[in-house]
């Protein structure tokens, strides 16, 4: 069961545009983590958001949490070739322990 | 580099057989969980461990098993092995149970 459905699933950009990519669910989540993974090696982590309504800013990229905590998205400003990759959202469920629920995933890529 | 240490990095080997994976969390963090992904499915939560005690269960096969060490590593043993196992295995380790997950690099198993 796939609680996270990200959209879109690619996205193929021009350096310098903006984007923002989606995270969706029914489910509530604790917190919610965006990770960013490059071929060849594991997913790093970029931000945890735990509040709903959060917004937080990590130089060019935003995180925002949902109010009901059920979504998120991440906003890139002017997005870079050193963007591109593949940007996982994860979930932890309330009262659950820390086994995330990552989402669908989206790949991108940005075009110098 | 996330300090997580994962061997091997790559295996190949044939359906029915068995493997052993293993993982060498960052130094102070007591928890280790296992993820596979594929091409498909996506990064699936298979199974947490916490000093040395299994902590959570997600999607993991009964012909797999995994088991933390005294000394913290953790193996994860695959038997029986199907086409359909071939994939990413990441193994990610916190802190505490609700810290932020640290992820290795992977090992990429492919089964013929």
């Known amino acids: 069961t796939q609680l996270l459905e990200q959209s879109p699933q690619f996205l193929s950009i021009q350096e310098g545009e903006n984007l923002t990519v989606y995270c969706n669910s029914s489910s509530v989540f604790s917190s919610l983590q965006w990770y960013r993974q490059e071929p060849g090696e594991g997913p790093v982590l970029l931000v945890t958001v735990v509040t709903g309504g959060e917004v937080k800013k990590l130089k060019r990229l935003t995180f925002q949490f949902g109010d009901a905590r059920k979504d998120s998205s991440l906003h890139i400003t002017a997005a870079q070739p050193g963007d591109t990759g593949l940007y996982l959202c994860?979930?932890?469920?309330?009262?659950?322990?820390?086994?995330?629920?990552f989402g669908t995933g989206t790949r991108l890529t940005v075009i110098p | 580099d996330s300090g997580v240490t994962q061997t091997p990095k790559h295996l190949i080997t044939a359906t029915g057989q068995r493997v052993t994976l293993r993982c060498s969390p960052r130094s102070g963090d007591l928890s280790v969980y296992w993820y596979q992904q594929s091409l498909d499915q996506g990064l699936q939560f298979l199974i947490q461990?916490?000093?040395?005690?299994?902590?959570a269960k997600g999607n993991i096969l009964e012909r797999f098993s995994a088991q933390q060490f005294p000394d913290l590593h953790s193996e994860l043993n695959l038997s029986s092995l199907e086409l359909g196992d071939s994939a990413l295995y990441f193994c990610a380790s916190s802190v505490g149970a609700y810290s932020p997950l640290h992820f290795g690099n992977g090992t990429r198993l492919t089964v013929t």
């Open positions: 994860a979930g932890a469920i309330e009262g659950g322990a820390n086994n995330l629920f």
């Open positions: 461990y916490y000093n040395g005690e299994e902590r």
